[in-house]
């Protein structure tokens, strides 16, 4: 196979120099509207004929070079009439382009890699260009679609450089599976894996695999949504899938260029964008005493006084003496500016018959961490080229290489980083605590035994990963008629990861306390490779002038196999030694593989009527090996539509440009994860009482194997998401004015989920088909063009969208929880959204009184209530575009609205006082509002009425410092409870700014250069949340981009706001 691949994309690579010029002239000229007289940029010159030609710049001028067979000029644009000039003897050439209906679609690719005319389309898709994705110089291209494609929730995770995406279309397809849109690059689905740990106790987040791409690489990226629009991708498109088209070289043919340098550098700098707010009244102590228990981790003390005292612990007979007040940025202090380097450069170019694209990438991103503890490297390479190899074959290959090399700060409780900032009293200085070599500051002296040095965990504490990515495809196509086609295309995605976390070894005073620890070391080697090979026969013929028919049926074949080894110690004999043989036990290792197989057939029909009535069947058929023998097959069909109204009843009108209404019916199959239908063994490497891995005994002592908890099911099925659309998009006054309207329903039956067991089976768990879930909706975008003059455009769109789910069926509970931590769970109940929280809230009495205990605290309800939902209410974007002349001025806004998510900031906040609620009566003494306690007789006895229900009475025990109430009070979140840990998900987010100039061409015709952009870029610069949210960005999560990731933030790096310069050339 290799040998093919290579032989393949050498013969393409070799047909690229067989474009040979003659003589040639040049022919100027300036392209403008016919309405106005405005300039158009961006209108496309074509030598009719070939594939060379130009593009006109900002002013509407172009200038080409036409060989000596040249007659004729091809001026096209999306939405404009296309124009033939013939040349004859001229050398200026002027052109006024008008309004056409008939071209104001563009050219999307759909499922398979098939190129439509977005007019036919019956069903919605979003499509951005390389600009769109670059222009904000993010290092990850999911970022530069936040806010723009409606119907998709787009979330930067965390602050660290490098670290992963949550993207959902239309809502939750699974209760428990992969949730993330399938990504396929040129016609080849990838791997989009998690690299990560999403553990509580030091969580990573290396990113996920769409990360490996250059996004100047990229020349379009196109969302498809909807079952009609993915189905043909088969069962891992059932969450919508996102299609990348990469560059080829080919525009710069279009542009009359053998070939054509282009350089892109940037510089970002990052800072920390949200961080709680914090009390400022009180520092270090307990019990709100003047005698200040200086070993605290905790902000309990009394009141700022501004005087010098003596503070931490006494080394030598010393101690250190510093002011008795709030520092007000200590936390903020603590973060420096990150930066980012990112530098591209690539050469491409071709002829009437071949291609060629090549490019080189660095990233070079030190994260917002002190130091270079979260670092992020990332190197790319790319070499495309396509040839016509004769009159009817055709050739295609692209290889493409990343090394990504980075370094993460653990999440999480415990020995992490920004868990022990947070914990800090609020008059202790972080800054202070950086030097560790000043005896103060060593493990053995540090201020308090209930935290870490963070500045040591910074520097002795470590995650890192090196991932090495290759992926690629050969394509052949053979033209048999002018109807008739045939294609093969191969593909193959291999990546190599290696990922290793330390812990030191310290031991101070025994288990108890925090800063012991007697080392980890764990490495992991991992293994994943994609094979995808689709075949394929497309159809295209006209019947008569008024009707045509297209198509295609094709086969794939998709393997994936992946292989993990795992080795740990948990003890290290020689401190600072980070190898498996430094322990006094075995390491605990293991091994796992796992390998898939999935064959589709598949087939697509297209109906054109006059060019206004389009019409398109789709079927598929599935086997996959996860299933069990007699379910692996699988079969679903769909259906769309569309009619262009406009053209159908001859409507040539200003005020109406364009009408065209659609509409679609779907079904997508999905299989399940490997190794659900029968029972697996695996080996106990390790256990966790919460804060340190323990190591197993039967793991470190005996070669045996434990059967899963989880026992398999023979009988498991595919399934089945149906789903349909209705939609329409309606253009007016010359198309200044456009808005695309979509309503969609989607119903999954058979949702493949995680249910608990009895413990009386032997088993804890079983994979079963029983949930049954529903999401509807509606997307709207709106454009619009309120200025357009010879020199000056405004162009703005909104984007809206609102996904109602609901849980429909369980197959007999009324609930199941989905994880969750402490009192809290993440929950899917029958009847609710996907997804909500449960927690514990007060006890109230038939008086909606709050019952306390004796100590005034008030008691938790014993049946958890549900807080609230993880999901959206609405999710909006705003996009503005001001051009003039060379300058141009754009920016994003991104709005989301309702919504819970955990925050492990507001929770640490509540239990070490520093979250301004603890100042509550400024800590003097009080009594709970409205409060009751349960009446005791004279003996202490509990009172009960007769019919055995507690006899309440007025509450008069004053929660305070003196029983130690309080802080207890605060640390169960106060009034509330477990609400007090959730804040919402509402933001308003300032996503993107671009301020861009294009140096004019006059200003480069004396230079080498054929292009010059300079652009000053700002990212999230703005954030706007509700007033009770005082802790996090609502977009930050620790638990990676699956299910859990919905439950909220567990200590994750606070998330950035970037600022920056771009240059960009060409010649």
């Known amino acids: 196979m290799k040998n093919f691949l290579l032989v393949s994309f050498l013969v393409s690579f070799c047909f690229i120099s067989n474009n040979v010029w003659s003589q040639s002239r040049t022919i100027t000229g300036k392209v403008t509207s016919a309405e106005d007289g405005s300039s158009l940029p961006g209108v496309n010159v074509i030598i009719k004929g070939t594939s060379s030609g130009t593009v006109t710049d900002i002013d509407g001028h172009y200038s080409v070079s036409v060989p000596e067979s040249g007659e004729v000029l091809l001026f096209s644009f999306i939405g404009l009439k296309s124009q033939e000039i013939n040349i004859n003897s001229q050398s200026v050439i002027d052109v006024k382009m008008s309004s056409d209906v008939q071209e104001l679609s563009e050219v999307v690719v759909t499922a398979i890699g098939i190129e439509k005319d977005a007019r036919k389309l019956g069903y919605s898709a979003t499509k951005l260009d390389n600009q769109e994705l670059t222009q904000g110089k993010s290092t990850s291209v999911l970022n530069s679609l936040q806010g723009k494609v409606a119907g998709a929730q787009i979330s930067s995770s965390s602050g660290a450089p490098g670290s992963s995406n949550k993207v959902i279309i239309r809502g939750f397809t699974s209760l428990s599976g992969n949730n993330n849109p399938l990504y396929v690059i040129d016609g080849v689905p990838m791997n989009n894996s998690f690299t990560g740990d999403n553990s509580i106790n030091g969580g990573v987040d290396f990113g996920s695999r769409i990360n490996d791409i250059n996004p100047e690489d990229i020349a379009s990226m196109t969302v498809l949504k909807g079952a009609a629009a993915t189905a043909l991708y088969g069962s891992r498109a059932a969450s919508g899938v996102i299609v990348i088209t990469t560059k080829n070289g080919s525009n710069a043919a279009k542009r009359g260029k053998k070939a054509e340098i282009s350089v892109a550098s940037s510089v970002m700098f990052d800072n920390v964008l949200k961080l709680p707010e914090f009390q400022n009244e009180r520092g270090q102590g307990f019990y709100g005493s003047t005698n200040r228990y200086l070993t605290e981790n905790t902000s309990w003390g009394s009141k700022f006084t501004g005087k010098n005292q003596p503070w931490g612990t006494t080394v030598d007979g010393q101690q250190r003496v510093k002011p008795y007040s709030a520092l007000e940025d200590n936390v903020k202090e603590f973060f420096e500016t990150g930066r980012t380097f990112n530098n591209s450069v690539s050469l491409q170019g071709g002829g009437e018959k071949a291609n060629y694209y090549v490019s080189y990438s660095n990233v070079d991103a030190d994260g917002i961490m002190p130091t270079d503890a979260d670092s992020y490297i990332r190197n790319t390479i790319a070499v495309r080229a396509s040839s016509e190899l004769s009159d009817k074959l055709r050739s295609s290959a692209s290889f493409n290489y990343a090394r990504t090399k980075s370094s993460f700060v653990p999440t999480g409780q415990g020995s992490t980083v920004y868990n022990n900032v947070l914990q800090t009293p609020r008059d202790i200085s972080l800054l202070e605590l950086q030097d560790l070599n000043n005896k103060f500051n060593t493990l053995e002296n540090y201020y308090s035994p209930y ?346 769109s909104v984007n809206w969208s609102k996904n109602d789910s609901k849980i429909l069926d369980l197959g007999g509970p009324n609930e199941i929880s989905l994880g969750g931590l402490s009192s809290n769970s993440l929950i899917a109940r029958v009847g609710g959204p996907a997804f909500e929280i449960k927690g514990s809230v007060p006890l109230t009495d038939q008086n909606g009184n709050i019952v306390v205990d004796a100590a005034g605290i008030p008691r938790p309800n014993p049946e958890k209530q549900v807080l609230g939902t993880t999901q959206y209410d609405w999710v909006g974007g705003l996009n503005n575009k001001l051009s003039y002349k060379g300058f141009s001025l754009s920016f994003t806004l991104d709005s989301r609205k309702g919504g819970l998510m955990y925050s492990r900031t507001a929770s640490i906040g509540y239990f070490a006082g520093t979250a301004p609620q603890t100042l509550y009566n400024d800590r003097r003494p009080f009594i709970v509002p409205n409060s009751v306690v349960q009446a005791v007789d004279a003996d202490d006895n509990l009172v009960y009425n007769d019919q055995g229900n507690p006899v309440y009475e007025e509450n008069t025990q004053q929660i305070s410092h003196t029983n130690n109430s309080l802080n207890t009070f605060w640390g169960n979140g106060g009034f509330d409870m477990d609400r007090s840990f959730f804040v919402s998900k509402s933001f308003v987010k300032l996503r993107e700014v671009v301020l861009s100039y294009n140096l004019p061409a006059s200003l480069l015709e004396k230079t080498p250069f054929g292009s010059a952009n300079i652009s000053l870029i700002g990212r999230n610069l703005l954030l706007w949340v509700p007033e009770d949210n005082l802790f996090i960005d609502p977009e930050q999560t620790t638990f990676g981009n699956d299910i859990s990731s919905e439950f909220g933030d567990y200590g994750a790096t606070p998330t950035t706001r970037s600022y920056g310069v771009s240059l960009r050339f060409t010649f």
């Open 451 to 796: 935290t870490t040095n963070p500045w040591y965990i910074l520097k002795e504490h470590g995650s890192d990963a090196i991932i090495d990515r290759f992926y690629g495809n050969v394509e052949l196509s053979y033209e048999a008629t002018d109807w008739l086609s045939f294609t093969g295309r191969v593909g193959s995605d291999l990546t190599s990861t290696e990922m290793e976390q330390f812990q030191p070894k310290a031991v101070i005073e025994g288990r108890n306390n925090a800063r012991s620890n007697p080392g980890q070391y764990k490495i992991e080697e991992s293994y994943a490779r994609e094979f995808n090979t689709d075949l394929l026969m497309n159809i295209n013929k006209d019947i008569n002038q008024d009707i045509n028919i297209g198509g295609v049926v094709g086969f794939n074949i998709n393997q994936r196999e992946s292989k993990y080894l795992r080795s740990q110690i948990n003890d290290l004999v020689i401190p600072n030694f980070y190898n498996l043989s430094n322990t006094s036990n075995s390491p605990i290792s293991s091994n796992e593989e796992n390998l898939r197989r999935l064959y589709g057939l598949y087939g697509q029909v297209d109906f054109t009527y006059k060019n206004f009535l389009f019409l398109t069947g789709t079927a598929r058929n599935d086997w996959s090996s996860t299933l069990p023998k007699d379910n692996r097959s699988f079969f679903y069909p769909g259906v769309n539509a569309g009619v262009d109204v406009t053209s159908a009843l001859g409507i040539d009108s200003q005020t109406l440009s364009y009408l065209k209404v659609r509409g679609g019916w779907a079904q997508v199959g999905k299989s399940a994860d490997p190794y659900k239908v029968q029972q697996t063994l695996f080996l106990q490497a390790s256990q966790s009482d919460g804060f340190i891995d323990l190591n197993s005994p039967i793991a470190q002592s005996i070669a045996a194997y434990e059967m899963s908890n989880q026992i398999g099911n023979p009988n498991l099925q595919p399934e089945i998401s149906t789903e349909i659309e209705f939609g329409a998009d309606i253009r007016f006054f010359n198309n200044r004015i456009g808005l695309d309207a979509t309503y969609y329903k989607r119903n999954v039956k058979e949702n493949i989920l995680t249910v608990p067991m009895t413990a009386s089976t032997g088993y804890t768990s079983q994979v079963l088909n029983i949930a049954e879930l529903s999401n509807e909706g509606i997307e709207l975008l709106l454009t619009a063009t309120p200025i357009r003059t010879t020199n000056f455009q405004w162009d703005i």
